[in-house]
């Protein structure tokens, strides 16, 4: 796809921010445009947004911790968030039926721990740490 097709998925990631299900829909047509929109330096506001939509999101977890990490003050609380929606809705059985391998929770727990973080983004990583350390000991 070109940069021109990617710049319009990220327009219309964009025009559909505010309504979940228009989002998830365009997500769900333009998935590889989103996932190198996400993988860009430094990843557009829009994919990092949306990255919760993509298939088997977990995959993006990592990614996610290192712009959550970031310096960067528009960035890193969105993808904060971005994680912590998708670790919210992760289950050993969706990670199962997927084949996939519970996320490394360390990059969060780092996060979690670092005292020059934003308040905001080290609750939202100790938030993840602690969903994926509950997949690894249910109950």
Do not use: C, K
Request: cysteine-free; overall charge negative; glycine content about 2%.
């Amino acid at each position: 796809m070109s940069q021109t097709a990617d710049g319009e998925v990220q327009a219309a990631l964009e025009a559909a921010r505010a309504e979940p299900m228009e989002l998830s829909r365009v997500v769900r047509a333009h998935a590889d445009a989103v996932e190198r929109l996400l993988a860009e330096s430094p990843p557009s506001i829009a994919a990092v947004r949306a990255s919760a939509y993509l298939e088997a999101p977990s995959r993006h977890l990592a990614r996610l911790a290192e712009v959550a990490a970031s310096d960067d003050p528009e960035r890193a609380p969105v993808a904060a968030l971005a994680a912590w929606r998708i670790a919210r809705n992760l289950t050993a059985e969706a990670l199962s039926a997927e084949e996939l391998s519970l996320p490394d929770a360390a990059p969060f727990d780092a996060l979690a721990q670092d005292e020059l973080a934003r308040p905001d983004i080290r609750r939202l990583a100790a938030l993840v740490t602690a969903q994926i350390a509950s997949l690894r000991s249910p109950g």
